[in-house]
């Protein structure tokens, strides 16, 4: 299909489009616990970051636009952790339901795998059924609930955290000191 999302590693070039596309969920929902939105140039430091050791992707239309985007990043810094990584994905409003979650998921996944990750977990603030949904799709089990750990919009939020096994946890340790970093250029459709 010519006219499908392209999903590409993200670069800093994609900050605006990736700070415009998350700025309604900062600014009109307490999906995101930040006051402010990020602007381009802390969102290409955010990408840069992400990019060190886990991934952050983009789903680009036809015509260019940044559709959304998904990412990667440390779950905690103690070593130990260091094969499980904390997931998110955003979508403008105009590519909501349409599977490019789905696809930008599925991607960022095959990339954490190539880095080494065997974990990735998501918290939401509930209720986020949507992306519950999302998560449930792709294998996430729920872990647990926070209880009114973030006050946004004049209320005490929330957060759920979901956990999936992006590959079999070797029985006898994972393979190196820490994941390897083998970044992948190449785009793929959505």
Same mark, same amino acid.
């Given at each position: 299909?010519?006219?499908?999302? #392209?999903?590409?590693?993200?670069?800093?070039?994609?900050?605006?489009?990736? %700070?415009?596309?998350?700025?309604?969920? #900062?600014?009109?929902?307490?999906?995101?616990?930040?006051?402010?939105?990020?602007?381009?140039?802390?969102? %290409?430091?955010?990408?840069?970051?992400?990019?060190?050791?886990?991934?952050?992707? #983009?789903?680009?239309?036809?015509?260019?636009?940044?559709?959304?985007?998904?990412? +990667? !990043?440390?779950?905690?810094? $103690?070593?130990?952790?260091?094969?499980?990584?904390?997931?998110?994905?955003?979508?403008?409003?105009?590519? $909501?339901? $349409? +599977?490019?979650?789905? %696809?930008?998921?599925?991607?960022?996944?095959?990339?954490?795998?190539?880095?080494?990750?065997?974990?990735?977990?998501? !918290?939401?603030?509930?209720?986020?059924? %949507?992306?519950?949904?999302?998560?449930?799709?792709?294998?996430?089990?729920?872990? !647990?609930?926070?209880?009114?750990? !973030?006050?946004?919009? +004049?209320?005490?939020?929330?957060?759920?955290?979901?956990?999936?096994?992006?590959?079999?946890?070797?029985?006898? +340790?994972? $393979?190196?000191?820490?994941?390897?970093?083998?970044?992948?250029?190449?785009?793929?459709?959505?």
């Amino acid at each position: 299909m010519p006219n499908r999302p #392209v999903i590409r590693p993200a670069t800093a070039e994609d900050a605006d489009a990736c %700070a415009a596309v998350y700025a309604p969920y #900062v600014r009109d929902t307490a999906i995101s616990f930040e006051a402010e939105p990020p602007g381009p140039v802390e969102m %290409a430091e955010r990408i840069a970051a992400a990019r060190e050791r886990h991934a952050w992707l #983009v789903a680009v239309g036809p015509g260019g636009e940044v559709l959304g985007y998904a990412y +990667g !990043g440390p779950w905690k810094s $103690r070593e130990a952790y260091a094969w499980t990584c904390v997931v998110s994905v955003y979508l403008a409003a105009s590519a $909501r339901g $349409r +599977g490019l979650g789905r %696809a930008l998921y599925e991607a960022l996944f095959a990339e954490l795998v190539a880095r080494g990750m065997v974990v990735a977990v998501a !918290g939401m603030t509930v209720p986020n059924e %949507a992306s519950a949904a999302l998560h449930r799709a792709l294998g996430f089990s729920e872990v !647990g609930t926070f209880r009114g750990v !973030g006050w946004k919009h +004049g209320a005490w939020r929330d957060v759920t955290w979901f956990r999936r096994a992006l590959v079999e946890a070797p029985a006898d +340790g994972p $393979r190196g000191p820490t994941p390897p970093v083998t970044p992948s250029s190449a785009p793929s459709g959505a």
